[in-house]
């Protein structure tokens, strides 16, 4: 589980607007986001419900954020506060979202207005996030290596698809 944030619109008296936080949930079998939601805070019942809601896991992963303390995790739950061992693939799932999504973006001039529309293009985004996803592992095939084929071919075939096709 990890976090990200930006800001909604612009507010009198604030040089960078409403703060807002994105929280993902990130399956590993396959990789997936399994859930998400968005809020002014990181708050302990926020994150309790995205755990509620998601299939049990033996181990929960984050970083050294307060707001997982009062969590009550269905499995194990570590904390990684010295490295990104165990969280780097959901700092990359965040990164993707800030990739594809321009009002996630830093230093982008494109914001959201409000929550209910951040919410709205992060669920839509996802969804095909977790198709491409499934897609990629249904379709990923190894090529088989011969002894005459340069070491630094790609160890698995290019796609014929990306992320847009399921948008």
């Known amino acids: 589980m990890d976090e990200i944030y930006w800001f909604i619109s612009k507010r009198k008296g604030y040089e960078n607007g409403i703060n807002t936080y994105v929280m993902t949930m990130l399956g590993r079998e ?27 896991a033996r181990n929960y992963y984050t970083d050294g954020g307060q707001g997982y303390m009062g969590v009550d995790f269905l499995g194990r ?19 993707d979202l800030r990739h594809y999504i321009s009002g996630l973006a830093r230093r982008s001039r494109c914001f959201f207005r409000s929550i209910e529309t951040l919410e709205a293009v992060v669920s839509v985004f996802l969804d095909a996030y977790n198709k491409f996803g499934e897609a990629k592992l249904k379709y990923r095939v190894p090529i ?14 290019e796609l014929g698809f990306s992320i847009f096709d399921f948008l």
Do not use: G, W
Not at 38 to 50: F, K, L
Not at 78 to 93: L, W, Y
């Open 77 to 95: 739950h570590r904390r990684n506060t010295q490295d990104k061992s165990d969280t780097h693939n959901i700092e990359s799932s965040n990164a």
């Open 144 to 157: 088989q290596h011969k002894p005459n084929h340069a070491k630094h071919l790609h160890k698995y075939r």
């Open 30 to 56: 396959p990789r997936q986001i399994i859930a998400f939601a968005v809020d002014n805070s990181i708050t302990a019942a926020r994150i309790q419900n995205m755990v509620d809601i998601s299939p049990e």
